[in-house]
Protein backbone atom coordinates (compact mmCIF):
# COMPACT_ATOMS: atom_id res chain seq x y z
CA UNK A 1 0.00 0.00 0.00
CA UNK A 2 1.79 3.24 -0.80
CA UNK A 3 2.77 5.69 2.14
CA UNK A 4 3.33 8.96 2.33
CA UNK A 5 5.79 11.09 5.02
CA UNK A 6 2.92 10.74 7.85
CA UNK A 7 2.49 7.11 7.58
CA UNK A 8 -1.38 7.13 6.21
CA UNK A 9 -1.92 5.36 3.51
CA UNK A 10 -2.62 8.46 0.28
CA UNK A 11 -5.43 5.59 -1.07
CA UNK A 12 -6.71 7.07 2.56
CA UNK A 13 -5.75 10.87 2.22
CA UNK A 14 -7.40 10.64 -1.57
CA UNK A 15 -10.46 9.15 -0.54
CA UNK A 16 -11.02 11.78 2.34
CA UNK A 17 -10.39 14.88 0.26
CA UNK A 18 -12.25 13.34 -2.55
CA UNK A 19 -15.32 12.53 -0.90
CA UNK A 20 -14.81 15.69 1.10
CA UNK A 21 -15.33 17.60 -2.23
CA UNK A 22 -18.35 15.34 -3.37
CA UNK A 23 -20.97 17.94 -1.83
CA UNK A 24 -24.18 16.94 -3.37
CA UNK A 25 -22.99 14.42 -5.82
CA UNK A 26 -24.35 11.52 -5.72
CA UNK A 27 -21.72 8.37 -4.83
CA UNK A 28 -22.89 6.80 -7.78
CA UNK A 29 -22.39 9.40 -10.23
CA UNK A 30 -19.15 10.31 -8.42
CA UNK A 31 -17.76 7.66 -8.66
CA UNK A 32 -17.06 7.95 -12.30
CA UNK A 33 -15.55 11.05 -11.63
CA UNK A 34 -12.56 10.21 -9.48
CA UNK A 35 -12.11 6.55 -10.83
CA UNK A 36 -11.98 8.14 -14.56
CA UNK A 37 -9.35 11.21 -12.67
CA UNK A 38 -7.19 8.33 -11.25
CA UNK A 39 -6.99 6.06 -14.33
CA UNK A 40 -6.26 9.57 -16.89
CA UNK A 41 -3.54 10.16 -14.71
CA UNK A 42 -2.51 6.51 -14.57
CA UNK A 43 -1.85 6.54 -18.52
CA UNK A 44 -0.05 9.97 -18.25
CA UNK A 45 2.68 9.15 -16.18
CA UNK A 46 3.31 6.11 -17.92
CA UNK A 47 3.23 7.90 -20.97
CA UNK A 48 5.28 10.77 -19.78
CA UNK A 49 8.36 8.20 -18.31
CA UNK A 50 8.27 6.82 -21.27
CA UNK A 51 8.15 9.99 -23.93
CA UNK A 52 11.65 11.12 -21.18
CA UNK A 53 13.35 7.83 -21.95
CA UNK A 54 12.25 8.81 -25.68
CA UNK A 55 13.46 12.24 -25.94
CA UNK A 56 17.16 10.96 -23.74
CA UNK A 57 17.52 8.21 -26.89
CA UNK A 58 16.17 10.56 -29.80
CA UNK A 59 19.98 10.57 -31.32
CA UNK A 60 19.93 6.93 -31.42
CA UNK A 61 16.77 7.09 -33.36
CA UNK A 62 14.12 7.11 -30.90
CA UNK A 63 11.18 9.11 -31.84
CA UNK A 64 9.15 10.60 -28.80
CA UNK A 65 5.72 11.35 -30.87
CA UNK A 66 5.94 7.51 -33.06
CA UNK A 67 2.58 6.06 -31.48
CA UNK A 68 4.76 2.67 -32.23
CA UNK A 69 7.04 3.19 -29.69
CA UNK A 70 4.58 3.28 -27.10
CA UNK A 71 2.47 0.80 -28.26
CA UNK A 72 5.31 -1.89 -28.41
CA UNK A 73 5.58 -1.39 -24.96
CA UNK A 74 1.85 -1.74 -24.02
CA UNK A 75 1.47 2.23 -22.92
CA UNK A 76 -1.39 4.03 -24.26
CA UNK A 77 0.04 7.43 -26.01
CA UNK A 78 -1.51 10.51 -24.79
CA UNK A 79 -2.04 13.45 -27.01
CA UNK A 80 -0.65 17.00 -25.25
CA UNK A 81 -4.08 18.36 -24.63
CA UNK A 82 -4.80 14.84 -22.04
CA UNK A 83 -1.53 14.98 -20.13
CA UNK A 84 -1.79 15.25 -16.63
CA UNK A 85 0.58 17.94 -16.66
CA UNK A 86 -1.26 20.30 -19.44
CA UNK A 87 -4.65 19.64 -17.38
CA UNK A 88 -3.32 20.61 -13.90
CA UNK A 89 -2.07 23.59 -15.54
CA UNK A 90 -5.63 24.59 -16.04
CA UNK A 91 -7.11 23.06 -12.96
CA UNK A 92 -7.89 26.67 -11.69
CA UNK A 93 -10.17 27.40 -14.84
CA UNK A 94 -14.16 27.59 -15.00
CA UNK A 95 -13.63 25.58 -18.39
CA UNK A 96 -11.30 22.54 -16.64
CA UNK A 97 -14.50 20.17 -16.77
CA UNK A 98 -14.61 20.36 -20.49
CA UNK A 99 -11.01 20.08 -20.78
CA UNK A 100 -11.10 16.37 -19.38
CA UNK A 101 -13.76 15.42 -21.59
CA UNK A 102 -12.42 16.83 -24.66
CA UNK A 103 -8.80 14.81 -22.79
CA UNK A 104 -11.04 11.54 -22.71
CA UNK A 105 -12.11 12.01 -26.36
CA UNK A 106 -8.90 12.55 -27.56
CA UNK A 107 -6.99 9.82 -25.48
CA UNK A 108 -9.93 6.87 -27.00
CA UNK A 109 -9.50 8.32 -30.61
CA UNK A 110 -5.59 7.79 -29.89
CA UNK A 111 -5.76 4.12 -28.54
CA UNK A 112 -9.02 2.06 -30.31
CA UNK A 113 -9.25 -0.67 -27.23
CA UNK A 114 -10.47 2.48 -25.17
CA UNK A 115 -13.05 3.43 -27.37
CA UNK A 116 -16.53 3.49 -25.74
CA UNK A 117 -14.66 3.05 -21.88
CA UNK A 118 -13.83 6.74 -20.26
CA UNK A 119 -16.11 8.36 -18.67
CA UNK A 120 -17.06 11.87 -20.42
CA UNK A 121 -18.99 13.72 -17.27
CA UNK A 122 -17.09 16.60 -16.38
CA UNK A 123 -18.22 19.07 -17.54
CA UNK A 124 -21.82 18.57 -16.09
CA UNK A 125 -23.76 21.75 -14.00
CA UNK A 126 -23.56 19.65 -10.81
CA UNK A 127 -20.11 19.23 -10.07
CA UNK A 128 -18.28 22.63 -9.05
CA UNK A 129 -14.90 23.26 -11.42
CA UNK A 130 -13.22 24.31 -8.10
CA UNK A 131 -13.83 21.24 -6.34
CA UNK A 132 -12.62 19.43 -9.40
CA UNK A 133 -9.66 21.80 -9.87
CA UNK A 134 -8.99 20.43 -6.18
CA UNK A 135 -9.18 17.12 -7.22
CA UNK A 136 -6.65 17.42 -9.55
CA UNK A 137 -4.43 19.45 -7.31
CA UNK A 138 -4.34 16.42 -4.94
CA UNK A 139 -3.89 13.33 -6.82
CA UNK A 140 -0.82 15.17 -8.79
CA UNK A 141 0.74 14.70 -4.83
CA UNK A 142 1.21 10.90 -5.27
CA UNK A 143 4.42 9.82 -5.81
CA UNK A 144 5.12 7.26 -8.70
CA UNK A 145 8.63 6.82 -7.95
CA UNK A 146 10.62 6.13 -11.41
CA UNK A 147 9.09 3.68 -13.30
CA UNK A 148 6.01 2.58 -15.11
CA UNK A 149 5.96 -0.33 -12.94
CA UNK A 150 5.66 1.22 -9.55
CA UNK A 151 3.09 3.92 -10.95
CA UNK A 152 0.70 0.86 -12.23
CA UNK A 153 1.35 -0.55 -8.56
CA UNK A 154 0.69 2.66 -6.56
CA UNK A 155 -2.58 3.46 -8.86
CA UNK A 156 -3.70 0.34 -8.99
CA UNK A 157 -3.92 -0.15 -4.75
CA UNK A 158 -5.72 3.42 -5.20
CA UNK A 159 -8.24 2.49 -8.05
CA UNK A 160 -9.26 -0.96 -5.93
CA UNK A 161 -9.52 0.99 -2.34
CA UNK A 162 -11.46 3.29 -3.91
CA UNK A 163 -13.92 1.20 -5.69
CA UNK A 164 -14.48 -0.56 -2.42
CA UNK A 165 -15.24 3.01 -0.60
CA UNK A 166 -17.62 3.88 -3.60
CA UNK A 167 -19.41 0.02 -3.00
CA UNK A 168 -19.86 0.75 0.81
CA UNK A 169 -21.06 4.36 -0.30
CA UNK A 170 -23.46 3.07 -2.38
CA UNK A 171 -24.61 0.39 -0.11
CA UNK A 172 -26.80 -2.42 -2.00
CA UNK A 173 -26.20 -0.46 -5.80
CA UNK A 174 -22.83 -1.29 -4.85
CA UNK A 175 -22.53 -4.15 -4.34
CA UNK A 176 -23.59 -4.61 -8.18
CA UNK A 177 -20.57 -3.68 -9.69
CA UNK A 178 -17.92 -5.17 -6.68
CA UNK A 179 -17.31 -8.23 -4.87
CA UNK A 180 -15.15 -7.58 -1.94
CA UNK A 181 -11.70 -8.27 -2.04
CA UNK A 182 -11.50 -10.55 0.86
CA UNK A 183 -14.17 -12.96 -0.65
CA UNK A 184 -12.34 -12.33 -4.63
CA UNK A 185 -8.89 -13.49 -2.48
CA UNK A 186 -10.28 -16.35 -0.69
CA UNK A 187 -11.54 -17.93 -4.11
CA UNK A 188 -8.25 -17.32 -6.05
CA UNK A 189 -5.82 -18.38 -2.98
CA UNK A 190 -8.31 -21.51 -3.43
CA UNK A 191 -8.34 -22.04 -7.15
CA UNK A 192 -4.46 -21.32 -7.19
CA UNK A 193 -4.55 -19.93 -11.06
CA UNK A 194 -1.12 -19.98 -12.23
CA UNK A 195 -0.96 -20.39 -15.83
CA UNK A 196 -3.89 -20.78 -18.15
CA UNK A 197 -7.55 -19.53 -19.29
CA UNK A 198 -9.58 -18.04 -16.76
CA UNK A 199 -12.82 -17.12 -16.95
CA UNK A 200 -15.46 -14.75 -15.39
CA UNK A 201 -18.55 -14.50 -17.41
CA UNK A 202 -20.61 -11.92 -15.14
CA UNK A 203 -17.03 -9.80 -14.03
CA UNK A 204 -18.09 -6.88 -12.64
CA UNK A 205 -15.28 -4.66 -12.37
CA UNK A 206 -13.05 -6.90 -12.47
CA UNK A 207 -11.91 -7.80 -9.23
CA UNK A 208 -11.10 -11.85 -9.97
CA UNK A 209 -8.97 -10.70 -12.39
CA UNK A 210 -6.97 -8.25 -10.64
CA UNK A 211 -6.93 -10.94 -7.66
CA UNK A 212 -5.52 -13.80 -10.29
CA UNK A 213 -3.15 -11.33 -11.38
CA UNK A 214 -1.73 -10.62 -8.44
CA UNK A 215 -1.53 -14.12 -6.97
CA UNK A 216 0.21 -14.94 -10.01
CA UNK A 217 2.93 -11.95 -9.01
CA UNK A 218 2.83 -12.92 -5.40
CA UNK A 219 4.19 -16.66 -5.86
CA UNK A 220 6.95 -15.87 -8.67
CA UNK A 221 5.00 -16.78 -11.42
CA UNK A 222 4.39 -14.65 -14.71
CA UNK A 223 1.40 -13.02 -15.69
CA UNK A 224 1.83 -13.41 -19.25
CA UNK A 225 0.79 -17.57 -18.42
CA UNK A 226 -2.14 -16.49 -18.28
CA UNK A 227 -4.85 -15.08 -20.22
CA UNK A 228 -8.33 -13.93 -19.38
CA UNK A 229 -11.96 -13.94 -20.83
CA UNK A 230 -14.57 -11.98 -19.04
CA UNK A 231 -18.36 -10.99 -19.96
CA UNK A 232 -20.30 -8.09 -18.46
CA UNK A 233 -24.05 -7.09 -19.23
CA UNK A 234 -24.07 -4.09 -17.52
CA UNK A 235 -21.82 -1.43 -19.78
CA UNK A 236 -21.03 1.10 -16.80
CA UNK A 237 -19.84 -1.66 -15.04
CA UNK A 238 -18.11 -3.19 -17.67
CA UNK A 239 -16.27 0.42 -18.30
CA UNK A 240 -15.10 0.18 -14.69
CA UNK A 241 -13.11 -3.11 -15.52
CA UNK A 242 -11.40 -2.11 -18.49
CA UNK A 243 -10.57 0.75 -16.67
CA UNK A 244 -9.34 -1.65 -13.72
CA UNK A 245 -7.56 -3.75 -15.92
CA UNK A 246 -5.74 -0.90 -18.05
CA UNK A 247 -4.67 0.59 -14.79
CA UNK A 248 -2.42 -2.82 -13.99
CA UNK A 249 -1.54 -3.44 -17.52
CA UNK A 250 -3.78 -6.71 -18.30
CA UNK A 251 -5.09 -7.41 -21.45
CA UNK A 252 -8.77 -6.80 -21.28
CA UNK A 253 -9.49 -7.31 -25.05
CA UNK A 254 -11.30 -10.29 -24.25
CA UNK A 255 -13.41 -8.55 -21.69
CA UNK A 256 -16.92 -7.96 -23.22
CA UNK A 257 -20.21 -5.89 -23.41
CA UNK A 258 -23.27 -6.72 -24.21
CA UNK A 259 -26.84 -6.33 -22.46
CA UNK A 260 -27.98 -9.74 -23.32
CA UNK A 261 -25.94 -11.37 -20.86
CA UNK A 262 -24.10 -14.59 -20.68
CA UNK A 263 -27.47 -16.88 -20.74
CA UNK A 264 -28.76 -15.29 -24.04
CA UNK A 265 -25.40 -14.11 -25.92
CA UNK A 266 -22.47 -16.06 -24.91
CA UNK A 267 -19.59 -14.28 -26.58
CA UNK A 268 -16.86 -16.82 -25.34
CA UNK A 269 -19.34 -19.73 -26.65
CA UNK A 270 -16.47 -22.50 -27.58
CA UNK A 271 -13.96 -20.87 -24.99
CA UNK A 272 -12.71 -23.84 -22.00
CA UNK A 273 -11.41 -22.20 -19.43
CA UNK A 274 -9.13 -23.98 -16.83
CA UNK A 275 -10.56 -21.65 -14.20
CA UNK A 276 -13.64 -20.43 -13.67
CA UNK A 277 -13.97 -17.80 -10.81
CA UNK A 278 -17.13 -16.33 -10.73
CA UNK A 279 -19.77 -13.91 -8.22
CA UNK A 280 -23.41 -14.01 -10.11
CA UNK A 281 -26.15 -12.41 -8.64
CA UNK A 282 -28.23 -14.36 -6.47
CA UNK A 283 -31.60 -15.95 -7.27
CA UNK A 284 -32.23 -14.13 -10.61
CA UNK A 285 -35.63 -14.70 -11.61
CA UNK A 286 -35.83 -12.49 -14.76
CA UNK A 287 -33.09 -14.38 -16.54
CA UNK A 288 -34.77 -15.57 -19.84
CA UNK A 289 -35.05 -19.04 -18.87
CA UNK A 290 -38.33 -19.83 -20.71
CA UNK A 291 -36.52 -19.05 -23.96
CA UNK A 292 -33.50 -21.74 -23.10
CA UNK A 293 -35.83 -24.47 -22.59
CA UNK A 294 -33.59 -26.53 -24.35
CA UNK A 295 -29.72 -25.09 -24.39
CA UNK A 296 -27.44 -27.70 -24.99
CA UNK A 297 -25.43 -26.36 -21.99
CA UNK A 298 -28.05 -28.03 -19.70
CA UNK A 299 -26.83 -31.58 -19.31
CA UNK A 300 -27.92 -31.85 -15.89
CA UNK A 301 -30.99 -31.13 -15.38
CA UNK A 302 -33.20 -28.16 -16.87
CA UNK A 303 -32.95 -24.79 -14.60
CA UNK A 304 -35.97 -23.04 -13.29
CA UNK A 305 -37.52 -20.05 -15.17
CA UNK A 306 -37.73 -18.54 -11.90
CA UNK A 307 -34.02 -19.00 -10.25
CA UNK A 308 -30.83 -18.76 -12.49
CA UNK A 309 -28.74 -20.17 -9.97
CA UNK A 310 -28.34 -23.95 -11.63
CA UNK A 311 -28.35 -22.56 -15.04
CA UNK A 312 -25.25 -20.55 -13.55
CA UNK A 313 -23.84 -23.81 -12.06
CA UNK A 314 -24.42 -25.26 -15.55
CA UNK A 315 -23.16 -22.48 -17.61
CA UNK A 316 -19.64 -22.81 -15.97
CA UNK A 317 -19.71 -26.07 -16.39
CA UNK A 318 -20.06 -25.83 -19.75
CA UNK A 319 -16.65 -23.90 -20.08
CA UNK A 320 -14.68 -26.03 -18.26
CA UNK A 321 -11.73 -27.93 -19.73
CA UNK A 322 -11.13 -31.51 -19.39
CA UNK A 323 -9.47 -30.65 -16.30
CA UNK A 324 -10.58 -27.58 -15.47
CA UNK A 325 -11.78 -25.93 -11.77
CA UNK A 326 -14.34 -23.62 -11.63
CA UNK A 327 -15.26 -21.39 -8.03
CA UNK A 328 -17.65 -19.18 -7.67
CA UNK A 329 -20.28 -17.54 -4.95
CA UNK A 330 -23.89 -18.53 -4.66
CA UNK A 331 -26.50 -18.35 -2.24
CA UNK A 332 -26.48 -20.46 0.26
CA UNK A 333 -30.52 -21.71 -0.91
CA UNK A 334 -29.03 -23.78 -3.54
CA UNK A 335 -26.99 -26.17 -1.37
CA UNK A 336 -30.48 -27.49 0.04
CA UNK A 337 -33.76 -26.55 -2.46
CA UNK A 338 -35.36 -29.31 -3.93
CA UNK A 339 -38.02 -26.53 -5.88
CA UNK A 340 -38.65 -26.90 -9.60
CA UNK A 341 -35.86 -29.68 -10.05
CA UNK A 342 -33.07 -28.36 -8.43
CA UNK A 343 -32.80 -31.21 -6.45
CA UNK A 344 -32.23 -33.29 -9.38
CA UNK A 345 -29.92 -31.34 -10.75
CA UNK A 346 -28.02 -30.87 -7.66
CA UNK A 347 -27.60 -35.04 -7.15
CA UNK A 348 -26.55 -35.44 -11.03
CA UNK A 349 -23.81 -32.88 -10.37
CA UNK A 350 -22.69 -34.65 -7.20
CA UNK A 351 -23.25 -38.73 -8.56
CA UNK A 352 -21.04 -37.12 -11.22
CA UNK A 353 -18.30 -36.78 -8.87
CA UNK A 354 -17.84 -33.16 -10.08
CA UNK A 355 -18.32 -31.00 -6.57
CA UNK A 356 -15.00 -30.93 -4.88
CA UNK A 357 -15.76 -28.60 -1.80
CA UNK A 358 -18.18 -26.62 -0.17
CA UNK A 359 -17.10 -23.15 1.86
CA UNK A 360 -19.94 -21.92 3.94
CA UNK A 361 -19.43 -17.99 4.60
CA UNK A 362 -19.88 -15.35 7.13
CA UNK A 363 -22.63 -13.41 7.20
CA UNK A 364 -22.82 -9.57 6.16
CA UNK A 365 -19.42 -9.93 3.72
CA UNK A 366 -21.62 -8.78 0.89
CA UNK A 367 -22.82 -5.01 -0.13
CA UNK A 368 -25.91 -5.67 -2.26
CA UNK A 369 -27.47 -8.74 0.06
CA UNK A 370 -28.20 -10.15 3.27
CA UNK A 371 -28.65 -13.75 2.05
CA UNK A 372 -26.42 -16.18 3.37
CA UNK A 373 -24.08 -17.23 0.84
CA UNK A 374 -21.13 -20.51 0.29
CA UNK A 375 -18.56 -21.16 -2.15
CA UNK A 376 -19.14 -23.92 -4.37
CA UNK A 377 -15.85 -26.13 -6.16
CA UNK A 378 -15.96 -27.95 -9.12
CA UNK A 379 -13.46 -30.00 -10.94
CA UNK A 380 -13.80 -32.39 -13.70
CA UNK A 381 -10.76 -34.71 -14.50
CA UNK A 382 -10.66 -35.73 -10.52
CA UNK A 383 -8.24 -38.58 -9.86
CA UNK A 384 -7.97 -37.97 -6.30
CA UNK A 385 -10.85 -38.24 -3.96
CA UNK A 386 -12.77 -38.72 -6.61
CA UNK A 387 -16.00 -39.94 -4.80
CA UNK A 388 -15.34 -37.45 -1.92
CA UNK A 389 -16.43 -33.82 -1.28
CA UNK A 390 -14.36 -31.67 1.37
CA UNK A 391 -17.24 -29.68 3.56
CA UNK A 392 -15.63 -26.04 5.27
CA UNK A 393 -17.82 -24.36 7.60
CA UNK A 394 -16.63 -20.46 7.60
CA UNK A 395 -19.27 -18.93 9.69
CA UNK A 396 -17.44 -18.06 12.67
CA UNK A 397 -14.43 -15.98 10.77
CA UNK A 398 -14.23 -12.64 10.08
CA UNK A 399 -14.61 -9.16 11.25
CA UNK A 400 -16.90 -5.93 11.62
CA UNK A 401 -15.45 -3.45 9.58
CA UNK A 402 -18.57 -1.13 10.34
CA UNK A 403 -22.09 -1.98 11.90
CA UNK A 404 -23.48 -4.08 9.24
CA UNK A 405 -20.64 -5.32 7.10
CA UNK A 406 -17.86 -8.31 7.74
CA UNK A 407 -14.25 -9.00 6.17
CA UNK A 408 -12.21 -12.24 6.03
CA UNK A 409 -8.81 -11.73 7.23
CA UNK A 410 -5.17 -12.62 5.68
CA UNK A 411 -5.40 -15.42 8.64
CA UNK A 412 -8.92 -16.80 7.93
CA UNK A 413 -8.28 -17.16 3.74
CA UNK A 414 -5.07 -18.65 4.88
CA UNK A 415 -6.55 -21.21 6.67
CA UNK A 416 -9.71 -21.74 4.61
CA UNK A 417 -7.57 -22.15 1.72
CA UNK A 418 -4.45 -24.48 3.65
CA UNK A 419 -7.68 -26.95 4.23
CA UNK A 420 -8.58 -27.35 0.75
CA UNK A 421 -5.00 -27.41 -0.31
CA UNK A 422 -4.15 -30.26 1.70
CA UNK A 423 -7.22 -31.83 1.42
CA UNK A 424 -7.14 -32.21 -2.37
CA UNK A 425 -3.61 -32.77 -2.45
CA UNK A 426 -2.33 -36.57 -2.36
CA UNK A 427 0.55 -37.58 0.26
CA UNK A 428 -0.02 -34.07 2.34
CA UNK A 429 -1.76 -34.76 5.49
CA UNK A 430 -5.65 -33.51 6.30
CA UNK A 431 -7.63 -34.33 9.01
CA UNK A 432 -11.11 -33.10 10.12
CA UNK A 433 -11.33 -30.57 12.53
CA UNK A 434 -14.90 -30.96 13.93
CA UNK A 435 -17.07 -27.60 13.82
CA UNK A 436 -14.98 -26.26 10.85
CA UNK A 437 -14.16 -29.36 7.71
CA UNK A 438 -15.17 -32.20 7.30
CA UNK A 439 -14.77 -34.83 4.31
CA UNK A 440 -17.64 -36.76 3.30
CA UNK A 441 -18.11 -39.39 0.73
CA UNK A 442 -20.98 -39.72 -2.35
CA UNK A 443 -22.74 -42.27 -0.22
CA UNK A 444 -22.86 -40.06 2.97
CA UNK A 445 -23.94 -37.47 0.69
CA UNK A 446 -26.21 -39.47 -0.20
CA UNK A 447 -27.62 -40.40 3.00
CA UNK A 448 -28.49 -36.89 3.55
CA UNK A 449 -30.59 -36.48 0.54
CA UNK A 450 -27.90 -34.79 -1.33
CA UNK A 451 -27.80 -31.91 0.92
CA UNK A 452 -24.60 -29.50 0.77
CA UNK A 453 -24.84 -27.49 3.70
CA UNK A 454 -21.71 -27.73 5.45
CA UNK A 455 -23.29 -27.45 9.17
CA UNK A 456 -24.48 -31.40 8.10
CA UNK A 457 -21.18 -32.73 7.98
CA UNK A 458 -19.11 -30.64 10.02
CA UNK A 459 -20.50 -32.25 13.25
CA UNK A 460 -21.69 -28.88 14.62
CA UNK A 461 -23.18 -29.53 17.97
CA UNK A 462 -26.58 -27.92 17.14
CA UNK A 463 -27.49 -29.90 13.61
CA UNK A 464 -28.28 -26.92 11.20
CA UNK A 465 -31.52 -27.52 9.29
CA UNK A 466 -32.48 -25.34 6.33
CA UNK A 467 -34.23 -22.50 8.15
CA UNK A 468 -31.70 -21.15 10.22
CA UNK A 469 -33.23 -18.54 12.48
CA UNK A 470 -30.34 -16.69 13.30
CA UNK A 471 -28.96 -16.04 9.88
CA UNK A 472 -32.41 -14.95 9.18
CA UNK A 473 -32.95 -12.46 12.14
CA UNK A 474 -30.01 -10.88 11.14
CA UNK A 475 -30.83 -10.42 7.97
CA UNK A 476 -34.63 -9.06 8.43
CA UNK A 477 -32.83 -6.40 11.37
CA UNK A 478 -30.13 -5.22 8.36
CA UNK A 479 -32.92 -4.98 5.82
CA UNK A 480 -35.55 -2.99 8.57
CA UNK A 481 -32.99 -0.72 9.05
CA UNK A 482 -31.54 -0.16 5.55
CA UNK A 483 -35.02 0.79 4.65
CA UNK A 484 -35.89 3.28 7.63
CA UNK A 485 -32.34 5.25 6.55
CA UNK A 486 -33.50 5.28 3.05
CA UNK A 487 -36.51 6.65 4.14
CA UNK A 488 -35.12 8.60 6.36
CA UNK A 489 -32.97 10.15 3.64
CA UNK A 490 -36.17 10.92 1.23
CA UNK A 491 -37.97 13.06 3.81
CA UNK A 492 -34.94 15.34 4.30
CA UNK A 493 -34.70 15.25 0.07
CA UNK A 494 -38.90 16.44 0.41
CA UNK A 495 -38.34 18.75 3.30
CA UNK A 496 -34.82 20.53 1.09
CA UNK A 497 -36.71 20.52 -2.24
CA UNK A 498 -39.82 22.39 -0.53
CA UNK A 499 -37.32 24.67 1.28
CA UNK A 500 -35.76 25.10 -2.30
CA UNK A 501 -39.58 25.65 -3.50
CA UNK A 502 -40.89 28.47 -1.40
CA UNK A 503 -37.41 30.45 -1.12
CA UNK A 504 -38.07 30.41 -5.03
CA UNK A 505 -41.82 31.32 -4.82
Known amino acids: MAKTDNLEPIEKQLWTVADKLRKNIDAAEYKHIVLGLIFLKYISDAFEIMHAKLVADEDDGADPEDRDEYKAENIFFVPPSSRWSYLRSRAKLPEIGKDIDAAMDAIEKENPELKGVLPKVFARGNLDPAS ?3 LLDEMSKIDLGQTKERSADILGHVFEYFLGEFALAEGKKGGQFYTPRS ?11 YKGRVLDPCCGSGGMFVQSEKFVAEHQGNINNISIFGQESNQTTWRLAK ?5 RGIDASQVKWN ?6 NNVHKDLKADYVIANPPFNVSDWSGDLMRNDA ?5 TPPEGNANYAWIQHFLNHLAP ?3 AGFVLAKGALTSKSSGEGDIRKSLIEAGLVDCVVNLPAKLFLNTQIPASLWFLRRGKTYRQNEVLFIDARHLGHLINRRTKELTNDDIGKVAQTYHNWRTEGVEYEDIKGFCSTATLADIAAKDYVLTP ?5 LEDTEDDFNFAERFTSLQVELESQIAEEQALNAQIIENLAKV ?3 G
Not at 183 to 193: G, I, R, T
Not at 243 to 247: D, F, G, K, V, Y
Not at 297 to 301: H, P, S
Open 297 to 301: RWKFG
Open 243 to 247: MNLAI
Open 132 to 134: LGQ
Open 183 to 193: VVQLLVEMLEP
Open 323 to 325: NGV
Open 455 to 459: GRYVG
Open 502 to 504: RIN
Open 259 to 264: NEGSFL
